[in-house]
């Protein structure tokens, strides 16, 4: 799987867009780019994920570049439930091992009033 | 639609002891996969089941196993626990054998703690 550089941290106001960046420079053309997020004492949530083109869902939107080479995700309207490690992750169309789960160490997003 | 859920929520243990853990996926999902999380760190791929089999393996040992029952609910049994089994341990359901485009939802897990 494609390793993925994301920020340490991050600050957002309140009401205002998250944008998390991550880089993804070597990933493949069969390998999908997921976000999850974990809150404190909780398990990862499953936010977005997407091949190539932009994806929204109730939650967030999911930008990819047209090189695939990076990705943005962006919380349209933060709020202070939003505070988390964000978790960018780049997973190929395997099964069995090779569809795992491969986390890095995030981006602790930090949302303040 | 129900959750991933995970017994117990908490358990202390000793070195030497054995352990289970119990996950039911969520509904629908016929794919399980277990995970270690130690404090500060992102969660580590243990194993996967899909059909009542062991579909792929981290990087663990033997003394980490498990199962997956008809239900497609599943449990981790660690043997000989050692102190740095101390973890999160999260439990993740998926379709399809955890195909890449099939999301895996995760529970709360198991806080384990040895001492």
């Known amino acids: 799987d494609a390793k993925t550089t994301q920020p340490t941290s991050m600050d957002c106001a309140e009401g205002r867009a998250a944008n998390l960046p991550c880089n993804h420079s070597?990933?493949?053309?069969?390998?999908?780019v997921y976000w999850y997020r974990q809150i404190h004492s909780q398990g990862p949530q499953y936010i977005i994920h997407g091949l190539k083109n932009n994806e929204t869902n109730e939650m967030a939107s999911l930008i990819i570049t047209e090189d695939r080479k990076s990705s943005t995700l962006i919380l349209p309207h933060a709020t202070l439930r939003d505070t988390a490690v964000y978790y960018c992750?780049?997973?190929?169309?395997?099964?069995?091992?090779?569809?795992?789960?491969?986390f890095g160490t995030g981006t602790r997003l930090q949302v303040t009033l | 639609e129900t959750g991933v859920t995970q017994s117990p929520t908490h358990l202390i243990k000793t070195r030497g002891q054995q352990v289970t853990l119990r996950c039911s996926s969520q509904s629908g999902h016929n794919t399980v996969s277990w995970y270690q999380q130690a404090l500060g760190q992102g969660p580590q791929f243990i194993f996967q089941?899909?059909?009542?089999?062991?579909?792929g393996r981290g990087n663990f040992p033997p003394r980490f196993s498990g199962l997956q029952f008809p239900n497609y609910s599943s449990e981790l049994n660690v043997n000989a626990l050692e102190l740095d089994d101390s973890a999160l341990y999260l439990c993740a359901s998926s379709l399809g054998g955890g195909q890449g485009n099939q999301p895996q939802h995760f529970g709360d897990g198991t806080r384990l703690s040895i001492l």
């Open positions: 070597t990933i493949s053309g069969n390998e999908y």
């Open positions: 089941y899909y059909r009542e089999e062991e579909n």
């Open positions: 992750i780049v997973r190929g169309d395997y099964t069995g091992t090779a569809s795992k789960l491969t």
